[in-house]
């Protein structure tokens, strides 16, 4: 199976480590997709949803505030000032999940709209995948 390595690393360590099937960015100039074997770039993430597709089909959604990305043909390395990982686990542990990635995303001070598109759509991939 074709694969990339993903690594999502704040300033107080990393976040995620894993080989991936693909990977969804929130970059500067709008979302976009990462698969194995893409081009190299170098980027800017704005704030927004990591969403991780495992090598089994499931997902993984770390919300980041804003950061960089370096993308290689079979690599993708996230830097992000602050990220906040949503995985699986009991019902109590998202939603505290929940709270802290809208608490990460209000820190940003952008705008009310782009903070609740991004914890829109980290409600509503919780509530329609299994994470």
Known sequence: MNTL?????TPLGQIFSND?????LPGSEGEFGVLPNHASVVTLLSAG??????????????AINWGHVKV???SVTVLADGAVSISGGSESEISK???SARKLLESIGDSDVAIAIAMSR?????KTRKL
């Not at 390595?5 to 690393?9: C, D, F, G, M, S």
């Not at 991936?20 to 969804?24: A, G, I, R």
């Open 5 to 9: 390595k993903l690594e999502i690393v």
């Open 20 to 24: 991936v099937k693909s990977v969804t």
């Open 49 to 62: 949803i990591v969403d991780i597709e495992l090598k089994d089909g499931n997902h993984d959604v770390v």
């Open 72 to 74: 290689d043909e079979n």
């Open 97 to 99: 999940s929940l709270e």
């Open 122 to 126: 980290v409600e509503a991939i919780t």
